[in-house]
């Protein structure tokens, strides 16, 4: 069974009078541990895709499974909880918080979203510090850091609740081009180390040729699927 | 809910200036409010003082309608004998009575040989007064406060009748009273005193000696009209005053009423209302209290979700619950609440110490130089606070509610 299932997955949102179908019966598998990219232009419906797997939107119609649970009916609280053990969010504009420092910060899931011991917590956020290459700037606030520490830091947070799902919208967009492919090589040799699932959203050519599956969406539809070998 | 209280007082020092001000906006109103309160208290205390010490005493007790028709002072209704005895019987066994004094009242006529007036006595043991009227020596403006009060012949007369017929201590004067058979006598006395008047029934009269009343107006029987009580300690009042009309209730006179009545010095004082005007802006302060820390806090709260909502949408992406979110944003007010809290009741206590060392003394109508002694009750302050607190967490609440009610997406394209 793949980690997640779309059947005849829709969005429509009603602006006023005029009902915007955002996403048009998408229908696809995603495999755990797969390095996913959805591409298209802006307003194809990348993000909406994306936020209905986050389960921060639900679907208007279709079928979604992401680790065996149907998440197309959560309540608020519901979502937050499966969210917070199953999926861990990259961001554009990295939304670190800006009164914690950058240990704080990764600290911050296993305290207020999933309840850590103090000591195992400890041992975790500094091994995902490590892996990001960000454990000497521990101490540092967010406004220390430049962009692609800042992203670094994001994914550490993402990654340090052992989230099966990595969910990264446009997580290159506010990076220039070298540190945006740095970026995505830590994502991907992320993957490797923990095994963790990631889908990132851009409309960089050049970046989305590091994914190792591409789905190119126009219009709220899935024109294509494409498998490069790694 | 350690870190909880962590990320809540991060974000209070993130936005220095503003937790700085809320603070102090709260101490303030804190401050503001248990220095009214004490000295409006003191005042209070030390005006109820006056008149229950140099006065009324705590408690008096008459014969039924007396106090209905004191202002014609009526002989013909003193209490006699025997029910005086039934009331310093029953006195006597209780040992929270700290002194009482027995008083016979009565108008009469002054003259100082060329003009004439009225004036009111009291008239009494000057031993058993003092004892129950420890402050009034010190209304003595003319005479030796430390002599005895009143003596046979030796008459303390009020301010106005010295001033208005110009007499002195040690003039000679004549007092003509008519008894309650109607006969007239008349005595020559010496002024010893002259008192200053206060505001409230008694205040403006005369004192002279029991006996000289006696014989002025040819009493065969000890007739008295007042029996005024003091108590050991005055925060017992309202339930001696209900044990004594109980028992005083039980006598019934020949028309089968009840033959005494029994007040407290409320009853025959116009500055209870006063108290109770204070008692009253101690409420209304207290009112505006909460409204200033409802605001303050609401306001700031409000601004805090409002600057916040990109990151409100972030740790609600990654998972944090609506309940979580909606406790950081409460425990921020909380933490506001208690900061103004405990800084408003330390400041006021070191005031209330430094008015106490430098000493405030105010003039009230005649009397001058009273000194307020503010005080600060630690049960008052501990309300205030906890007032204060759960005021802050009330107002904190609205605006958490809306911060853990967001949709993290439209939450997240908020700048
Ligand atoms: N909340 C909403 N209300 C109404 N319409 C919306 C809403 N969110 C998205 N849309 C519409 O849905 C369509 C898809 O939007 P979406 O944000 O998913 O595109 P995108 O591919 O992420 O674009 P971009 O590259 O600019 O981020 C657009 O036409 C957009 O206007
Ligand atoms: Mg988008």
């Known amino acids: 069974m793949s980690l997640i299932e779309a059947n005849g997955l829709c969005k429509t949102y009603q602006a006023g009078d005029i009902a915007v179908k955002a996403i048009k019966e998408a229908s696809f598998n995603i495999d755990a541990g797969s390095f996913v990219s959805f591409v298209g232009p802006s307003g194809s419906g990348k993000s909406t895709l994306l936020n209905m797997i986050g389960c921060l939107d639900s679907p208007s119609c279709g079928e979604l499974h992401v680790a065996s649970t149907d998440v197309t009916s959560l309540s608020q609280k519901e979502a937050a909880i499966f969210r917070g053990e199953n999926i861990g969010f990259v961001f554009q504009d990295f939304n670190l918080i800006p009164v914690l420092s950058v240990y704080e910060n990764v600290e911050y899931p296993l305290i207020m979203v999933q309840n850590w011991a103090a000591a195992k917590r400890r041992e975790q956020v500094l091994e995902l510090l490590d892996a990001v290459g960000m454990k000497e700037q521990a101490d540092k606030l967010p406004s220390q850091l430049s962009g692609g520490q800042k992203q670094r830091v994001a994914i550490a947070r993402a990654l340090v609740t052992n989230a099966k799902l990595v969910l990264a919208d446009e997580p290159t967009a506010n990076l220039d081009s070298a540190t945006a492919h740095r970026v995505i090589d830590l994502m991907k040799s992320m993957r490797e180390k923990f095994d963790t699932t990631f889908i990132f959203s851009t409309h960089d050519p050049k970046i989305m040729a590091e994914a190792e599956v591409i789905y190119t969406l126009v219009d709220g539809s899935i024109e294509n699927k494409e498998e490069l070998a790694s | ?415």
């Not at chain 2, 201590?169 to 007239?184: F, Q, W």
């Not at chain 2, 007739?223 to 039980?250: D, P, V």
């Not at chain 2, 029994?262 to 209870?272: A, C, G, I, R």
Request: net charge positive.
């Open chain 2, 1 to 415: 809910m350690m870190n909880i209280l962590k990320i809540a007082s991060k974000n209070l020092m993130r936005y220095r200036r503003r937790t700085i001000l809320t603070t102090m906006l709260i101490t303030i109103g804190i401050v503001a409010v248990l220095l009214f309160i004490s000295l409006s208290g003191s005042f209070r205390a030390l005006m109820v003082g006056q008149i229950t010490d140099s006065m009324l005493g705590h408690i008096q007790i008459h014969k039924k309608g007396y106090v209905a028709s004191i202002e014609s002072l009526p002989l013909t209704l003193n209490m006699k004998p025997a029910m005086v005895e039934k009331v310093t019987d029953y006195l006597s066994e209780r040992d929270d009575i700290e002194a009482w004094t027995t008083r016979i009242k009565f108008g009469a006529m002054f003259s100082n040989f060329k003009e004439t007036t009225s004036i009111r006595f009291n008239s009494i043991d000057p031993e058993m007064e003092i004892a129950t009227s420890p402050l009034l020596p010190g209304r003595l403006i003319q005479g030796d406060r430390e002599a005895a009060f009143v003596e046979p012949g030796k008459i303390v007369i009020p301010e106005l009748i010295a001033k208005g017929l110009k007499v002195k201590v040690g003039d000679s004067i004549v007092i003509v009273a008519t008894n309650r058979e109607g006969s007239v006598n008349g005595n020559t006395f010496v002024i010893r005193g002259v008192l200053e008047g206060i505001s409230g029934p008694g205040g403006r009269d005369g004192y002279m000696h029991v006996d000289d009343a006696r014989n002025l107006l040819r009493m065969e029987d000890n007739e008295i009209s007042e029996i005024a009580i003091r108590l050991k300690s005055s925060k017992n009042l309202s339930k001696i005053h209900k044990e004594m009309s109980t028992y005083f209730g039980q006598f019934i006179n020949k028309a089968g009423k009840p033959a005494f009545d029994v007040h407290t010095w409320e009853k025959l004082s116009p500055f209870s209302n006063i108290a109770k005007m204070i008692d009253m802006l101690d409420l209304f302060i207290k009112v505006m209290l909460v409204a200033i820390v409802l605001i303050s806090i609401m306001n700031v709260m409000l601004m805090a979700v409002y600057e916040r909502i990109n990151e409100i949408g972030t740790i609600a992406a990654i998972g944090t619950i609506p309940s979580r979110i909606l406790s950081l944003f409460v425990t921020e007010g909380l933490l506001l609440g208690i900061l103004g809290a405990f800084i408003g009741s330390v400041i006021s206590f070191i005031v209330v110490y430094i008015m106490n060392v430098k000493t405030i003394s105010f003039s009230f109508g005649r009397q001058e130089n009273l000194v307020l002694q503010p005080t600060l009750d630690m049960n008052e302050v501990l309300m205030i606070s906890m007032v204060v607190i759960l005021v802050a967490v009330l107002a904190s609440l609205q605006p958490a509610w809306k911060a853990s009610r967001m949709d993290p997406i439209e939450a997240l394209r908020h700048f």
